[in-house]
């Protein structure tokens, strides 16, 4: 129970904290860290409106999508805590039960048979596609280097003894925050504050979404966030350093993820629409690189 606690804590003031973030660098005082907070609160209790124009399939979708990463985050491990959920080659079961709830956004938008909406679907379709390879080279990566192959194993059994071994996690670290970023349709990919429909992904899916509905969806969004940012607490920490130690370093590790992304899109602009599958490709090659460090080390001890 205690890395589904911490996850979720993490998710309630995860958008916060990327908003503050923002309008700091921006000469803004911006809204308070719990304001988002306010707002699914102030959602949840409206009721949702359905187009005449759309099925059923509209309407279950997004609790769908919401238990899909409540699922995914019963996976993931802390320190000597394992997920609710472990089992040998659960990163798989991870992986694609994230991607049962990106299909269940993507048949939402479909559903309301809009073109813009089916733009953003095919688009977040294809991203999709394109980061996948990358998660699941990184994680094959470092479960050849710990010889394990489930999340709590590999994590509790990731020590770094080495030059290469801290080059693994540097790696890692920044091959997940890349993957939460295209997953989650921010910067450079997206721009969750654009208004024009011909340029957006998520933001243009769910549009024909309100009250009850709209806030699963920031629910959900938030709680991604914090899925990948607790992945990567878990290669900064190690599980023999206690809690007193891990569990702030989790905490600096969630804040500062949280921060960088704020700190970045501050400063970054959006890609051109079609610089973006080279873009995520070469997450794939970094990616591929990591599986040569581990050779390297496998092959020198």
Not at 37 to 45: M, S, V
Request: hydrophobic letters at 55%.
């Amino acid at each position: 129970m205690v890395p589904l606690i911490l996850i979720i804590l993490t998710a309630l003031f995860f958008p916060g904290i990327i908003g503050k973030t923002k309008a700091f660098y921006s000469g803004r005082k911006g809204p308070s860290i719990i304001q988002p907070i306010k707002d699914a609160i102030r959602l949840l209790k409206k009721g949702s409106v359905f187009s005449h124009n759309t099925s059923i399939v509209f309407q279950f979708a997004i609790p769908v999508y919401l238990a899909a990463l409540i699922a995914a985050t019963l996976v993931v491990p802390f320190e000597n805590f394992e997920g609710i959920i472990s089992f040998d080659g659960d990163f798989v079961y991870f992986a694609y039960i994230l991607a049962l709830g990106r299909f269940m956004l993507i048949i939402a938008a479909l559903d309301t048979g809009s073109g813009f909406e089916g733009m953003g679907a095919n688009r977040e379709a294809f991203y999709s596609l394109l980061i996948e390879p990358a998660f699941f080279i990184l994680i094959g990566s470092i479960a050849m280097f710990t010889g394990y192959d489930s999340f709590q194993e590999i994590f509790s059994n990731l020590h770094y003894t080495s030059y290469f071994s801290f080059m693994i996690a540097f790696l890692a670290v920044y091959l997940i925050g890349q993957i939460c970023l295209v997953e989650n349709s921010r910067l450079p990919v997206d721009d969750p504050k654009t208004h024009l429909e011909l340029t957006m992904v998520h933001e243009v899916m769910v549009l024909d979404h309100s009250g009850f509905d709209l806030a699963l969806i920031q629910i959900g969004n938030a709680l991604k966030f914090a899925i990948y940012g607790a992945l990567m607490a878990n290669c900064v920490v190690h599980s023999e350093w206690g809690l007193p130690i891990t569990m702030p370093l989790y905490l600096i590790t969630q804040i500062g993820f949280a921060y960088s992304i704020g700190l970045f899109e501050s400063f970054r602009a959006r890609n051109k629409m079609h610089y973006n599958p080279q873009y995520i490709i070469n997450l794939s090659a970094v990616a591929i690189l990591l599986i040569f460090v581990v050779m390297i080390i496998n092959n020198s001890i």
